[in-house]
């Protein structure tokens, strides 16, 4: 087996960060979120109108109904998408990621010939082309047969645990993590699906792939959920065990992996937390070689800002300090004040970088239902990001990029505005995760998480321009701008982040500073020296907002007019009204899909809430 090791610089970021020598990271630089790209990201990926292409069929092909891709096929799809106003493309290499088409080299080599001329005609129609790869899933088909109760599997079909049983990810009791004979969303019962490790000669392997399509004139990648693993829907496998994951987590931090759950071991705790290390490591390597070849990376968070990050080890705010812009998956069965949060998080710990909403707006009973569902998801995605995507199947409005191209400019122009911080801890989240109740799909969140949701939830309601801090990457810079800070159940802070913190006033709400970096007791609880109440805290804004409890609002400024500010409103429902006050005339225009901008004056302002979105941009 060939083991990998994590590199010297990584180690060294990553321990740095425990002593909290601060590094500047993305989720501390103040930008537009739609305006000039920052140095890792071209100014295209902030204004990206994205159509699904859908998947390149090979030859040989897990569903025979599924014809061969052919070039007409191709011609035809980025026809379409032109027609659609689209800028971006998105195209999926077979069904999935499987190993016939993507660690085969021969079935490689044969898809290539399609993504070459893809990438060819999209650029001579202007647009930009976008790859999904799994992060370290990989799937075969015809490997089992299941008769009469049974399932029969093949070990001479090629599949990644048949060929490569060395790249397996392990389970903390040696098991492997691979699944056949079972159905769900994506695998039929003649499927197999496995899990590479992220410290396994997949990783190269992976590389070389990236290389490949660089050559070929690759714009982005979208890497799917590198987890560990990812079956959570089949019980908690904490993985890896595995022997190039283990050498990792012993050099950094001088354990074995531990073949137990116990939450109040430290050694436990170092194993959870290394794995967010892990997959931050190895998606560092795979966008540090998709920017040498021209592609620029993009990652997904299925479980973000949930307290299924930890089982999965999927936790975008530390993974962004690999500097991949996170694109996170937002199943909407959570509710959309819950999607909101999730959005904006996704947002806040990175505001310098690109993002693209990846919402399910669901199976509804009908087709207006649907409608609404995906109108709801695009008013989200605006609030907090530039680009949209409307996923495959989707009921998507109609008329979504011609709207973004009527506020582009306020789209690229637009710079956050935010006078509160929310503190957000991945390790808290985690290490309270043993108090959620696990009765899949719908499990409680744990105490941290619970906290920090409910505190998230009581700041949206008073409509404060906040912003979503990360405590693991926190730094001066991160809270310039910032005046009160809100933290909720934030049980373990290191000394250093005390520090940082303890020089703004700060909210508290639940038990915090009870504990050190690695969850150990204080003797003595850290004590902030001003603490203040909810009702304290102040928007700073030039005007009064009144708005329903449940919308949300997003607060803008202009990059380059102190007196211009614009609001991005989501409502779940229709009805109600903002209202901005101020004590002399301001002047706004109203922006909704499907109608045209209507203008409105007066020292108080009034926009009845006709849409789920709300774009009420204000000179005063």
């Known amino acids: 087996m060939k083991s990998f090791s994590i590199s010297k610089a990584a180690i060294f970021i990553l321990c740095v960060l425990f002593c909290c020598s601060m590094l500047r990271s993305a989720t501390q630089v103040k930008a537009s979120s739609g305006g000039a790209a920052s140095a890792s990201f071209p100014a295209w990926t902030y204004e990206m109108k994205v159509w699904p292409f859908d998947v390149i069929y090979p030859e040989h092909r897990c569903d025979p109904t599924n014809p061969p891709t052919t070039f007409q096929d191709i011609i035809d799809r980025l026809n379409v998408a032109q027609a659609k106003g689209a800028n971006t493309v998105i195209f999926y290499i077979d069904d999935e990621q499987m190993y016939n088409s993507f660690v085969d080299d021969t079935g490689f080599d044969q898809v290539l010939t399609n993504i070459e001329y893809l990438i060819e005609q999209a650029h001579l129609r202007n647009l930009k082309t976008i790859c999904y790869l799994n992060g370290l899933e990989v799937m075969a088909c015809g490997v089992c047969k299941a008769a009469n109760g049974a399932c029969n599997c093949h070990s001479s079909v090629a599949t990644l645990s048949n060929t490569h049983p060395e790249w397996l990810q392990e389970n903390i009791f040696g098991k492997t993590m691979v699944w056949r004979c079972i159905k769900n969303d994506w695998l039929e019962k003649n499927m197999e699906d496995a899990w590479a490790s992220p410290y396994s000669g997949f990783r190269d392997l992976f590389k070389s792939r990236l290389e490949v399509l660089g050559s070929k004139g690759l714009d982005a990648v979208y890497i799917d959920q590198a987890s560990l693993p990812g079956m959570q829907d089949y019980g908690d496998q904490w993985a890896s065990s595995d022997p190039g994951f283990a050498a990792a987590f012993k050099d950094l931090y001088g354990f074995d992996v531990p073949n137990k759950i116990d939450w109040n071991s430290v050694q436990w705790r170092k194993f959870i937390y290394f794995r967010h290390q892990a997959v931050q490591d190895y998606l560092q390597d795979l966008a540090d070689t998709a920017r040498a070849s021209g592609i620029v990376p993009f990652f997904e968070s299925s479980a973000n800002d949930t307290s299924d990050g930890t089982l999965l080890a999927n936790e975008p705010a530390l993974t962004v300090l690999a500097g991949i812009a996170c694109s996170p998956e937002i199943d909407i069965d959570v509710g959309y004040p819950d999607a909101f949060r999730m959005a904006k998080f996704t947002s806040d710990i990175a505001q310098a970088f690109p993002m693209l909403y990846l919402g399910w707006p669901g199976e509804l009973a009908t087709d207006e239902a649907n409608r609404a569902a995906a109108r709801k998801e695009l008013a989200i995605t605006l609030c907090e990001s530039g680009n949209y995507y409307p996923t495959a199947d989707t009921l998507y409005p109609p008329n979504t990029f011609s709207f973004m191209d009527s506020i582009r400019s306020i789209l690229n122009n637009r710079v956050h505005y935010q006078t509160t911080g929310l503190i957000y801890s991945a390790r808290n989240k985690d290490w309270t995760y043993a108090d959620r109740n696990d009765n899949w799909p719908y499990p ?173 941009d204000l000179n005063y």
């Open 444 to 616: 409680d969140q744990g105490r941290a998480f619970n906290q920090y949701a409910t505190a998230f939830t009581t700041l949206a309601k008073s409509h404060l321009p906040f912003r979503i801090i990360p405590l693991e990457t926190l730094s001066s810079e991160a809270l310039q701008g910032v005046g009160a800070l809100v933290i909720a159940g934030v049980e373990s802070i290191s000394d250093a982040e005390f520090s940082l913190l303890n020089s703004h006033p700060v909210v508290l709400t639940g038990s915090n500073g009870t504990r050190d970096e690695w969850f150990e007791p204080r003797s003595v609880p850290l004590k902030f020296q001003t603490v203040i109440g909810f009702q304290s805290l102040q928007s700073g804004l030039p005007f009064t907002v009144q708005a329903p409890a449940s919308a949300r609002i997003e607060y803008y400024g202009h990059q380059s007019s102190q007196r211009h500010f614009t609001l991005f409103v989501f409502s779940p429902t229709t009805g109600g009204k903002v209202t901005l006050s101020r004590a002399s005339p301001m002047q706004a225009t109203v922006y909704e899909l499907d109608r045209a901008p209507r203008s409105l004056n007066g020292s108080s302002i009034a926009v009845g809430i006709a849409d789920y979105l709300e774009v009420i």
